[in-house]
């Protein structure tokens, strides 16, 4: 810095004495000199000095200022002389290439980008003080993944053209692991049950894959957020993280953790109140207050409370009102008073609603699952059942809804729908593996928003030992403005139960066709109807069942049907795959008409519900009940019969096989049937977070019941027939296919049972 400065005061210095020596100094021409990869139109660029200008001192500070500033030089000279002025330049070496090497935990180009962050990149001008800044930032890469040992050495190689070669080498180290986490100052609560709120933790037998055992300063923060929270959610309101130290030992491979905390007393709610304009029925307002005095303060119920206020104000268009709650402590009794001040602000209407986004999903597809109106007024409930329409629609990989005011006015906002498409096609190729269906290769090429319009198209192929099915359908879900939905299905659906060797021996062949009308009755609940045709070829063998010989004797071995369906079902549950909430109903008919050979009907029902807890455990309940029978002194056709047992309905069973039994002890299915399961959902320990995977425990309990039992007499539904299980399940969404398997225990198998206490399945099977 000291010789450019003089550098520079020795050249304004001789440019004002060349400039002196004459009257005037007119700028006849302009060289350059020193330059070796910058190009002279460069720096005439950034002179501030032309051919026929007269030359001043002023002038001559300014273009030497000028150049500096570039950054593309070390040093700048000019020169006066005889009407020419002689820009010499020394330029800074500029980089050719990085190279990082020894890096295992990042990839060279991901260390490479964090270095152009901080100014380091191939092609740029090499500034030394940027160096030391690069090795900070690669530094600090690897401190975010728990190497504190990492050594980082910088090499610079001379190349042509002054230019220079940046070669980083990196020795990662070991990385350091928190080896204990200490709480001081907690007495309500033991260290154990404090460090379960905790992501950060020691050493244990999955912390290789979740990585918790390493340190993190932002997930550090959120542990202690999580500690405040739950002291908050016990009535602590003056609880206080006081201080939080971190110590690394000096091989710089364990950390230890100390977190200082004071709890203060736990508070009660002596009372709530609300206050402000309310608008709405205090008695109704009072209905969504979840905290309860005399009892402990829990904050999350207090949150609860002001959302559900807001939001109960936000249905009747009061889009931005406001529900703020004022505690007021009483030290000495150790309790807790709130008052709820409603502030409703003005009450708005939608002006417009615009949606963006969309470049193949017409817009008329995307508005039709829009339940807030244009010109009505703003409506909280309808706009959140609005996004959860677009989402489950499947085309979006992401919906967002904003409403922000329109310019000018104060009672008017507009919806922002804004959602990013995702493909929609689907071509498939897939194996899996069922300990009831065995090696099952699948196939399918779908597209569910076809040409834009939101019709879906799928072809499907799906082969296993047991059950193999081919199927084209075609749906139009509106079909009507009203939401009512029309398809069509072409199929053929093989069965050879002969393959499974615990089951009555037959095998069937069945090609049908039909079509199908859906009717929502509201947000939650669908009717369907349809009308199928098909075709059934049954084979059977020496050692069928004398049931199955019996009937195709009477019946013949190929028959039509013609088939009524009809079905109802209301689904609230918060999520298709790892529901934790909500409900589950369906209730389903079919009628074999007498216009088909085979006449005869079907009911089943099935209840499902789940409860949520705290720490992401929830229990499910579900039952399921079957029942057909024969018409016209025609019996139910033996390949309609129901089943039980297996991964699906009893666990700890074989597939299929509690019911009446033939002669050989072969299942033969029944046309009762009766299914219950109560299962608990917990995430796998080590893994809270993971969405992908979770456990449980379960109990279940069924079996099928009639027509025949192994001495062909009709067996009735009867409780002591029932056969229960116990055990624990897995259900994982792995990167090949969803993997679902369980260990279960019988617990009052009988002799002629077949039991099998692990079952899975695995992959995409459809």
């Known amino acids: 810095m000291i010789l450019n400065r003089l550098t520079l005061a020795l050249a304004v210095m001789f440019a004002g004495q060349s400039v002196l020596a004459g009257e005037l100094f007119v700028i006849k021409d302009i060289q350059v000199e020193g330059i070796q990869r910058t190009e002279a139109g460069t720096v005439f660029n950034y002179l501030p000095i032309k051919v026929g200008e007269v030359l001043t001192d002023e002038k001559t500070a300014a273009a030497i200022k000028a150049l500096y500033a570039t950054g593309f030089f070390k040093d700048v000279r000019l020169e006066a002389r005889d009407g020419v002025v002689i820009v010499t330049v020394e330029e800074r070496q500029s980089i050719a290439k990085i190279t990082v090497t020894g890096t295992k935990e990042f990839t060279e180009e991901d260390l ?22 690069a090795e900070q930032e690669l530094k600090r890469q690897y401190f975010n993944k728990g190497k ?11 190349l042509d053209r002054n230019r220079v070669a940046v070669q980083f080498d990196v020795v990662e180290g070991d990385t350091a692991k928190i080896r204990q986490i200490n709480i001081v100052g907690n007495k309500a609560f033991t260290e154990k049950e404090l460090l379960k ?22 997930r550090l923060g959120g542990d202690i957020e999580s500690l405040r929270s739950f002291y908050l959610n016990h009535g602590y309101l003056e609880f206080n993280v006081d201080s939080t130290q971190v110590l690394i030992s000096p091989d710089k491979l364990n950390i230890y953790i100390t977190v200082n905390v004071t709890e203060g007393p736990q508070y009660k709610v002596s009372d709530v109140k609300l206050a402000g304009q309310m608008l709405v029925p205090e008695e109704e307002l009072q209905t969504l207050v979840t905290i309860v005095p005399g009892e402990v303060f829990v904050r999350d119920r207090l949150t609860e409370t002001t959302k559900k206020i807001g939001d109960r104000l936000g249905n009747d268009g009061y889009a931005f009102a406001n529900v703020n709650a004022v505690p007021e402590l009483d030290k000495e009794k150790a309790t807790v008073a709130f ?6 602000g003005r009450r708005v209407y939608v002006n417009r609603i615009n949606v963006s986004g969309n470049s193949k999903t017409q817009d008329e597809v995307i508005r039709r699952e829009i339940r807030q109106m244009e010109s009505a007024y703003y409506d909280a409930e309808q706009i959140n059942r609005s996004r959860e329409r677009l ?23 507009d919806v922002n729908v804004a959602v990013t498409e995702k493909s929609t096609g689907n071509m498939m190729l897939g194996a899996g593996f069922s300990s009831t269906d065995g090696f099952v290769l699948s196939g399918s090429v779908s597209q569910n928003n076809l040409f834009g319009t939101g019709n879906r198209l799928a072809l499907q192929v799906n082969t296993g030992s047991v059950n193999t099915v081919y199927s084209l359908s075609y749906t139009n879900p509106y079909f009507t403005l009203d939401g009512v939905s029309l ?22 062949s069945t090609i049908g066709t039909g079509f199908r009308f859906g009717f929502p009755i509201n947000e939650r609940d669908f009717i369907s109807t349809g009308i199928t045709f098909d075709n059934t070829t049954v084979t059977t063998f020496a050692n069928s069942p004398p049931q199955y010989l019996q009937f195709v004797e009477d019946y013949g071995d190929s028959n039509t049907t013609f088939l009524l369906s009809a079905s109802w079902a209301r689904d609230t549950r918060n999520d298709f795959l790892f529901p934790t909430s909500g409900l589950l109903q369906r209730l389903a008919a079919e009628w074999a008409t007498p216009i088909g050979d085979l006449q005869y009907y079907k009911l089943s029902y099935q209840l499902q519900n789940y409860f949520p807890f705290r720490n992401s455990f929830s229990l499910m309940l579900n039952g399921e009940v079957g029942y057909g029978r024969g018409l016209n002194d025609k019996p139910l056709p033996f390949f309609k019969n129901f089943y039980a047992g297996g991964v699906n309905s009893v666990r700890g069973y074989t597939a299929g096989t509690l019911g009446p039994k033939d002669e050989n002890g072969d299942a033969i299915g029944g046309d009762t049937r009766f299914v219950a399961n109560a299962e608990l959902f917990f995430p796998v320990p080590g893994l809270k977070d993971d969405k992908s995977l979770r456990m449980s425990v379960f109990t279940d309990t069924g079996a099928t019941f009639g027509p025949y039992d192994e001495f062909g007499r009709y067996s009735s539904f009867a409780f002591g027939d029932l056969r229960y299980s116990l055990g624990v399940a897995a259900l994982w969404v792995s990167p090949l296919g969803p993997l679902k398997f369980s260990v279960a225990q019988p617990l009052n198998s009988k002799p002629g049972d077949k039991t099998e206490v692990f079952q899975f399945t695995f992959g995409n099977t459809f």
Do not use: C, H, M
């Open 339 to 344: 008052t709820l001040y409603i502030d409703p």
């Open 391 to 413: 989402n489950r629609l499947g085309y979006f990989s992401e919906v967002n809804i904003e409403t922000p005011s329109v310019s000018g006015t104060t009672d008017q906002v």
């Open 148 to 158: 504190y040992a990492v050594e980082i050495k910088t090499t610079l190689t001379p």
């Open 112 to 133: 490479k980008a964090g270095l152009k962050q901080v100014g380091l990149a191939d092609g740029r001008v090499l500034d030394r003080a940027l160096l030391d800044k």
């Open 487 to 508: 398809g069509y299905d072409i199929f053929r659906r093989d069965v050879d139960a002969q393959a499974q060797s615990d089951v009555g021996a037959y095998q069937t």
């Open 197 to 218: 709120e905790f992501s950060s933790s020691t050493p244990g037998w999955l912390t290789w894959y979740t990585k918790a055992d390493q340190y993190s300063k932002s």
